[in-house]
Structures are given as C-alpha cells and as structure tokens.
C-alpha cells in the first residue's frame, strides 16, 4: 500500500478542544470515541480489515473550535506503516465447516507473528474424521486447532463422515411389518424379528398389515404405545436407534339379534309379551347380557320390562305401561357377548289414549236477597286427559235466573255458558260461579250446570236457587250546584229516579228560603206535564226514570238557598237529593284589555307602568304594572298586562313607562289592536329597547340545552359582533350597521348552523336557529404492529367557526378539538373535507419527537382545492407538561408531512411558542395554518436536534450530520475518511452547536 494525503477543511482554533473519531473495519466506522486533547497533539487511530486483522496505524492531526468557541484552521495528515499477512489454506471433505475461512477460496489471512485459531465444526449426522495440518494428521480438542506464532503459510485438511443408526422391528403371529427386507418377514404365520442400519438423516417408512381374520392389538414404538390405529409410522431425519413392535389378536364378531315387532295397546292394559332370539359366534346363548332402555320412561319404565322365559336362543319379555299413560316409547335392547361385543335393536310401542268423560264435583243450593247478587261459591271439575272443555248451563225459570246472569270466572277468565277452558290431566280447577236474579223478581230456580270435553263425554250437577223478596227505598240522583243570574229561571234541571220494587212514587219540592224562592216556585216536568211542588208517577222495579226540576226565583231578588227534593214509595221509604242554588247580582259588562312589554331581547320586562291616560273614568283601576300579569287566554309571566275596563264606543288612550326607557304611547285605534272578542282585546306587542329604531335582531336557539353557544353575526363579509349565549334567547343591536342582509353562524362543539337574514324590516324577531352535527363519517380502524389508528373524515365550511371533537367514535371521550376561526380562509370550495387521524402507540413514548404526546399523535389534511387552511388545535400531552416548558424549550411540538417522518426526526417545522396558547388538563391548544402530523416531544441533550443539511438522510446514523468540506487525495479507500470525517464534523456539530 501507498502513503497518501487527506486534507480536511474546518473551522477550528486554539486551546483545548473536544476531538471526535472513530475506528472501524473495511470501510464501515464501527466505534466511536471521544476525548479533551491540546493543540498539536497527536490521535492515534486503528482500523481493521474485514477479518478483524489490523491493517493500518494511522496518526491524525488535528486542531479544532475550543470550548470558548474561538475558530482556527484545520491541519491533518496521515502516515501509514505496511505490515506482512501469510494465508492459511483450508480443505473440507464431507459436510461441515472451517471458521473463519473465506467462503469462496478456503483462506484465512493473518498478520505475521500473530495466533490463529480455528474452529472445525461437523454438521448434524456427521463427526469429523481427520485432521492434517501442512500433510500431517493431528488430533484435537474442543473443535479447534490454533496456529501460534504465525511466520509462513499453512494448509489444513478435515475430513467428515456420516454417522449410522440402527432400526429394530419385530411382530407377532397374525401379521407383517412392510417393508418386506428379510426371508419369512412377510408371512404372516410365525413372529418375526429383525434389525437393519441407515444413514443418519434418513428418511423411513413403515406399514404393520395384519393377515385376514386377525386385527392389530398393540403398537410399540421406541418404548411408546401407539394407538393401534396408526398402522403407518415413519421416521425422518433419523439421528437415533429406534424400535418398531406390532402384535395382533383374532378379529371378534359381534352378537345377533332378530327382529323385534313393533306393538300397539291401549292404556291401562294388562302386560304385553315380546320374544328374542340372540346368537353369537363365540359364546353361547347363556353367557349373553341382554340389557333394556326406554326413550320414555314416564310411559314404559326400564323396570317394566322382565324377563319370563328362556328357550333355547329364545327368550321370553313382559312389558306394561304406567296407569292412565299414552303415547310411544323406543325400546333399544342391548345384547353384550364374553368379548364385551355388543349390539343394538330398537323396537317402538304405542300406548293408544282412551277417553274418559270429565269429572264435576257437587254443588250446594244457594240463597239470595232479591235485587241482590248472590255470593260466589265454586265448583270443582277435572279431566282424566289434557284436554279443553265447555261448561253449559240450563235453568227452569228463566224469567227470574236467565242463563246469561250466570257467571263463571277461572284464572282471571269471566263469561256466560258456553264457558271454555284449558285443564291439565288429573288435575282439579276451581270455578268461580256468580248467579244474578232478575232485578224485582223472587222465587226459585233450578240449574243444570254439564261439563263436556272435545269428544262429547260429559257429566252434570243440578242445584237450586231461592231468591227472597225485600222492600227497598226509593233512589234519586244527585243535582249539582247551580248558579244563575238576577231575574232569570235556572232552566230545566234533569235527574233521575227509581225504585228496585217498582210501584207508585210522591216527589216534593221544597226551599231553603222562601223570600227568594217560594216552594211553588219548584216545578217538575214530566214529559208534557209541569207541575208546582208535587207530583206522583208510576215506576218498574229497577228501571230509572228522568225529569226535570225548574226553578223560579223572585224578582230582584239575589242571593243563595237549598232545594230539596224528597221521594216517597208506598211503603213510606224515603230518599232526598239537595243542591244550592245562587242567584248573582247583576254587574254591567266589561272589556279586559290584554298586552305584552317585549325589550330588544323579545322577552318579557317587567316593572313598567301601564296607564290610562282618556278619558277619565271613575271607580275602575287605570293603572297596572307588568309583573306576573295574565295576558290573553290565562297567559302569565314577566312581561304581560291586563286593565278591566267598561265597554265603551270611545277609544282609550295609554301610556306605557319605565325608568331608563322612552316611553311609549298607544291606544284602542285598529293601527295598535291585534284582535279583540266580546269581551276582551289583545294589544300589538310593545318594545321598550334602547336599540335605535328597535333595529335589533333577536330570536331563539332551539335545543342549546345548558352548553353555552358561540354567535357570529357577519355583514359585508366582516364580523359585526360575536356573543357567547348560555340562554336559548340571544339579539343582536344593528343600529351601527345597517346592511340589506347579515349571516348568523351558531357554534358549539360538533354542531353548527348558518341562518340568513334580510335586513329590510326591523325589528327581526323570532329567527329560529337549530344547531344540527358538523358530518362527519363513521371512524375507519386500523392497526399497524402495535399501532393503532382512527380516522374520519369531517365537512367544514370554509366560512369559519366550527369546532371540531376528535374522537375514536360518536359519544366517546374527546382527544382534543379543531377549530376553524371565522372569515380566516380563502377558498373556493362550498365545504371542505378535512381528514383527521388519532394514532395511539405506547412506544410514541420512547421516541424523542413523541414522548410527551401521551402515546397519542394526531394528523390532518385537506381533501379539497384548498392548499391550507388556518386552525387552532387542541392535542394530548402527558399531564406533567406546563407552559413554561414549550416557553423555556424543553418540549416542542413537531409538524411532519407522515408519521414515519415525524418518528425518524423529518418533521418540516417547530410550532412557535408565540402559537401555543394554553395548556391545561393534559391538552395544549395552538394555532396553525397547515395540515400535517402533530406531535409533542423532548430531545435528549446528547442528540443532534437541527438535522436541516443532512447525509443521506434515511440511512444515516441517527442525528448524524454533515458540515464542512472534505478533499481525499491519492488513497484508494475514499468511503472509509469520507465517513470518518462526516461523523467527526457530526460530533463537532452536536457539542459547539455548529
């Protein structure tokens, strides 16, 4: 090798300086190391060949920036010394391998003077055989062999050789084990035992056959049972003896049934008998086990079959079914020989169901009061079947007991006959029965009451009722109290009578006070005939009759008294109905006048004085405050007014004051009336708004519940005014700037609404605004490794003022918010779709651009013909993190145009502290104009943090950068001072911040 000459360019100086350089081997710089050296020192440096052998000793000089920051020039130069290498040629015969012998030619290089080792090493299923260095065979240990001392060249040899295994297979009588490799292996008859030997690695493949008539019993192998199933075993990449053991027994039969009749009877019958031939190969009819099992034992139990004879290879079997049972039973018969072979037969038996009529228990006679019901007793029916049955009932007096005034009730069920019903089998109901006789009938009926099931089988039980005759009171109804004018009559008054025996009734009117209303003053009115305090008619037992009561009171006369009105039968039982009875004073006739006092608001006020100002009008209130008054149809609240006024063709004049407020006039003219009935008019809404002109717009924000929402009102593209409304009511004052039209925009997070309005016609009441749900698409979910990312894409309208939620799903915990401030952008597009991504990785902790992010990252971008677009995000940090570290820079937040980028360090800028403006409750807030990926992070004082000019970017080390300038002259190995000098000037960067 040649001297050579290396230039490096730098800016240095005096002093001590800190010296950064490295030794590696080949070309790749694999260590760095780092130490305070004077100036005009020397730097010892080592470099190795790819063989970890030293090749050069090189000594650089160099003087660099000191601590002070003071620059001087840069002065290097290298010297080299040549060295003798000697080569060790290696061999290898058979498999296995020579280390660290060059793949491709065999040799080892190595520095004169210097100690070898080699490391021989056999490959699975081989050893190694022999050894010779420079022609003569060695033995060694450990695998190795060291050349010590080396002066000369050398040859080494190894020879490997395949190692051989042992397989052992045997089988009983009954069989063979393929493949067939020795005499009488394969013939079946006699046991048979043999070995053979394979390489090592082999592959083999062996078939245990039994012979006709035989089965396989056992399988061994290398000591292991097998299932005797797997008759095929195989060996592979054999590295072992193994063994391989078969034995087989004589197949078995299993037993013979014959068949068995399937059988049908009716329930409740005596006991069935069944035959059963059974055979078996190799054991005798004696030695069989036969067993029974019902699929319904409720029906046939196991127990009710027995066993009555035995004939021969025939046996005899009863069988019965439980009492009052049907339906079918499968009956499997099992049948077991000495070798426990087993076999089935199945036969079925069908218990045919028999009727029976239901059951219907006694019933006692029954007594009653006339008029009345009698009181419920029961009556108890059963069914021997599940079944529905009908309950009919037939009675000999018809007049007194109708057969639809019985009444049966069971299990919340009411009804007349015919009354059905669903029973359970032997299981007993209790039915309510409810008998009413004819109202004013009396005497005895009796009753026939059947029970009948679906195939007309019944059963029947016969009572009698006494019902005994009473007297009863006649009943009136009650009259209301009634009110009425001065010299009026109170008009007909109906009510009601009746009498449970029928008969001749007396009805009396009497007064109270008879100054006001004499007792002739009562008349009844029965059909076309009126008469005066007394009147008699004829009632039907228990059948209600109308009339009338009117009364007359005296002229100019009021006051109040009680009518009576007394009913007498002929037995003299009496009942009496009162009621009051008013007469009002008559006052002259009035209006009420009915308003509303509205401010700029549109809501009511209250404290302002209402007056009547003409004409003048004695003995009515002309004066009225708004507070809690009633306004037109019984209306109340802040704001309403109402003065009772008398009619009058005149119109009325008023005044409407209250302190700080012009006043306002108005009158009953049709210019200030909104609508008037018979005795009341409603005002126009008044307004008392220190709004000029009342140019104000004011209305309601429907469904802002308690979050308080952000209002915007824009004309001639500026903002006019922003408010924050917690209330549903919001207005706005406009007359500074009165415009044709204005925009409202409503805002609250995840909501949004834009409402035009003219600007013609003031006041603008009763603009409704509905907040409806910024769009945004269902989240898309993916991983990535240990990565997890949501994204969803949102509408925002490029006007302004939306606040966005991010989160994972609808409902869920927000991540952090974005926000589009108003008339901030310039785009062309109606709406805009921005894309927004929550990335969650618990390893964002361990990166320097990600580790104050709370392992979540957030990324945006526009969708749209827009280049950017100007926002205010909000983002997680870990809840340690204040302001004053963005401020003081200890935490940054980094914008990269991908995830990858911001987690290799190729983010495109820092967020200006200016730009940050809050941090609270795990979230900083700052402002944007780009669309990007967002993270927060804290770079280690030992990394590089500016990398702007960077090497080869994606492969360098990493914060490795380059500054300064490099001139190689004469050396063949330009990558390896190129890169040493990169790192150098790197280290330089990193420690003076350069």
């Not at 005798?284 to 029906?299: G, K, V």
């Not at 009753?447 to 059963?459: F, G, K």
């Not at 407020?661 to 003219?669: E, K, Q, R």
């Not at 302004?800 to 108003?822: A, M, Y």
Request: glycine share 6%; net charge negative; hydrophobic share 35%.
């Amino acid at each position: 090798m040649r001297a050579r000459e290396v230039i490096l360019s730098y800016f240095t100086d005096s002093g001590d300086a800190l010296v950064n350089y490295f030794t590696g081997s080949g070309d790749a710089l694999v260590n760095y190391f780092s130490r305070y050296y004077k100036s005009g020192d020397t730097i010892p440096i080592f470099f190795r060949n790819k063989y970890g052998v030293p090749r050069i000793i090189q000594y650089l000089y160099i003087q660099f920036r000191d601590r002070a920051g003071n620059i001087a020039n840069t002065v290097a130069e290298t010297i080299y010394r040549e060295q003798i290498v000697y080569s060790i040629r290696t061999k290898k015969f058979g498999k296995g391998s020579i280390e660290p012998s060059d793949p491709l030619t065999g040799e080892i290089l190595v520095y004169e003077g210097s100690h070898q080792t080699v490391r021989i090493t056999a490959n699975e299923g081989y050893d190694i055989y022999q050894v010779t260095v420079d022609g003569s065979a060695i033995d060694i240990e450990d695998q190795s062999y060291t050349f010590e001392n080396v002066q000369t060249d050398h040859d080494l040899e190894v020879r490997f050789r395949s190692m051989q295994h042992t397989i052992e297979f045997s089988s009983s009588e009954g069989g063979w084990i393929s493949p067939c490799i020795f005499t009488n292996q394969c013939n079946g008859n006699d046991s048979f035992l043999g070995q053979i030997s394979v390489n090592s690695g082999s592959d083999l493949r062996f078939t245990i056959v039994p012979t006709h008539g035989y089965e396989v019993s056992s399988i061994i192998v290398d000591g292991e049972v097998k299932p005797s199933s797997q008759t095929v075993q195989e060996f592979q990449q054999i590295d072992s003896d193994h063994s391989l053991y078969a034995s087989f027994t004589k197949s078995k039969t299993i037993p013979v049934i014959s068949n068995i009749p399937d059988m049908t009877f009716d329930e409740n019958s005596s006991e069935q008998t069944f035959d059963i031939e059974v055979i078996d190969a190799e054991s005798s009819s004696s030695e069989l086990i036969i067993e029974f099992h019902s699929d319904n034992e409720s029906l046939i139990p196991t127990e009710n079959i027995v066993l009555k004879n035995i004939q021969g290879n025939v046996r005899t079997y009863s069988l019965k079914s439980l009492a009052s049972q049907f339906g079918v039973a499968v009956i499997t018969v099992k049948v077991t020989d000495t070798d426990q072979m087993t076999a089935l037969k199945t036969f079925n038996v069908m218990v045919n169901n028999v009727y029976y009529p239901p059951f219907i228990g006694s019933i006692d006679n029954q007594t009653v009061n006339q008029n009345e019901v009698s009181r419920a007793h029961y009556l108890t029916i059963s069914s021997q079947d599940t079944a529905i049955l009908t309950i009919f009932v037939e009675t000999n007096n018809t007049i007194l007991l109708p057969v639809d005034n019985i009444y049966f009730t069971h299990n919340g069920q009411t009804g007349n006959s015919p009354f059905t019903l669903s029973v359970i089998e032997d299981q007993k109901n209790s039915i309510e029965i409810t008998l009413e006789p004819v109202k004013g009938q009396s005497g005895s009926a009796g009753v026939t009451i059947t029970v009948e099931n679906e195939q007309s089988l019944s059963s029947s039980q016969y009572f009698q009722l006494e019902v005994i005759m009473l007297d009863h009171p006649p009943k009136l109804s009650l009259i209301e109290n009634q009110s009425i004018d001065e010299n009026t009559s109170s008009g007909k008054i109906p009510f009601t009578i009746s009498d449970a025996d029928g008969g001749q009734i007396t009805l009396t009117g009497q007064s109270s006070n008879i100054n006001l209303v004499p007792n002739n003053s009562i008349t009844f009115h029965n059909g076309m005939q009126a008469v005066p305090s007394v009147i008699s008619l004829a009632l039907n037992p228990e059948i209600p009759q109308t009339l009338f009561i009117q009364v007359h009171p005296e002229s100019d006369q009021w006051g109040a008294c009680n009518i009576e009105i007394k009913a007498t039968d002929n037995t003299n039982l009496t009942d009496i109905s009162r009621f009051a009875m008013s007469i009002k004073e008559y006052i002259p006739k009035v209006t009420t006048y009915y308003g509303f006092v509205y401010n700029e608001y549109f809501m009511g006020v209250n404290d302002v004085q209402i007056s009547l100002v003409q004409p003048e009008i004695q003995g009515y209130s002309t004066v009225v405050m708004t507070h809690l008054g009633t306004g037109s149809n019984g209306k109340t609240g802040d704001g309403y007014f109402a003065l009772n006024l008398p009619v009058s063709e005149d119109i009325y004049y008023f005044n409407a004051s209250k302190t700080g407020y012009d006043s306002i006039t108005f009158n009953t003219g049709p210019e200030y009336i909104d609508s008037t009935t018979e005795t009341s008019v409603l005002f126009n809404p008044l307004y008392l708004s220190n709004c000029a002109n009342n140019q104000f717009i004011s209305g309601i924000i429907e469904n802002s519940g308690f979050q308080a929402v952000d209002l915007y009102l824009i004309g001639n593209e500026t903002i006019i005014e922003t408010q924050q409304v917690l209330s549903n009511d919001f207005s706005f004052c406009v007359s500074n700037a009165v415009l044709e039209s204005y925009t409202i925009i409503a805002s609250i997070p995840d909501y949004y609404t834009m409402v035009g309005i003219s600007g013609n016609t003031f006041p603008a009441k009763n603009v409704k605004i509905k907040l409806t749900p910024v769009v945004k698409t269902d989240p898309i979910s993916i991983t990535d490794k240990t990565t997890e990312i949501i994204k969803r894409t949102i509408t925002v309208n490029p006007v302004g003022g939306q606040t966005i939620i991010l989160n994972k799903t609808t409902g869920s915990i927000d991540i952090g918010t974005i926000e589009i401030p108003v008339l901030k952008n310039e785009c062309i597009d109606n709406n805009l779709l921005l894309e927004y991504q929550i990335i969650t990785d618990s390893k964002f902790n361990d990166n320097n651009y990600t580790n104050g992010s709370d392992e979540t990252i957030i990324a945006t971008g526009l969708k749209s013909q827009c280049d950017h677009i100007e926002m205010e995000v909000e983002i997680p940090i870990e809840s340690s993190i204040r302001l004053n570290d963005f401020q003081t820079g200890q935490y940054n937040i980094y914008v990269a145009g991908s995830r990858a980028d911001l987690l290799k360090g190729k983010y495109i800028y820092t967020v200006d502290t200016s730009d940050i403006n809050s941090v609270a409750g795990g979230k900083v807030r700052f402002r944007i104009d780009d669309s990007g990926v967002f993270g927060v992070g804290k770079i280690s004082e030992e990394e590089c943090v500016d990398c702007e000019v960077c090497v080869d970017c994606d492969n360098k080390p990493d914060t490795l950068c380059f500054i300064g300038t490099i001139e190689n002259r004469n050396f063949i190995f330009e990558g390896i001072f190129i890169f040493l000098s990169v790192i150098i000037l790197w280290a330089m960067k990193r420690n003076y911040g350069m």
